[in-house]
């Protein structure tokens, strides 16, 4: 497993990118849009959002304090970007 500890400044976050394996999110702070696939998720603190394994996913800050854990199920994250 690895974890992730993101903390974003207002409209920030990566780019669309996919990865071989499930991805999720814990948000534990502020108002987050993730895209996922065609799907358009407004999520806040205390939300999860799962990524199914290789669908093209991204998200974007949308508060002043943006914090969120991102578990992949895998010893060593390996990302794909089509953008």
């Known amino acids: 497993?690895?974890?992730?500890?993101?903390h974003?400044?207002?409209?920030?976050g990566?780019?669309?990118?996919?990865?071989?394996y499930e991805e999720?999110?814990?948000v534990e702070d502020g108002?987050?849009?993730?895209?996922?696939?065609e799907s358009t998720i407004e999520a806040r603190a205390?939300?999860?959002v799962v990524v199914p394994a290789g669908a093209p996913h991204k998200f974007v800050s949308r508060a002043a304090t943006h914090r969120q854990v991102s578990i992949h199920s895998v010893a060593r994250m390996e990302t794909q970007w089509p953008e």
Not at 8 to 12: G, K
Not at 14 to 19: D, Y
């Open 14 to 20: 990566p780019k669309l990118h996919r990865h071989p």
């Open 8 to 12: 974003n400044r207002p409209v920030t």
């Open 1 to 6: 497993m690895s974890f992730f500890l993101s």
């Open 46 to 48: 205390g939300d999860i």
């Open 24 to 26: 999720t999110f814990i």
């Open 31 to 37: 108002e987050v849009l993730f895209t996922v696939g």
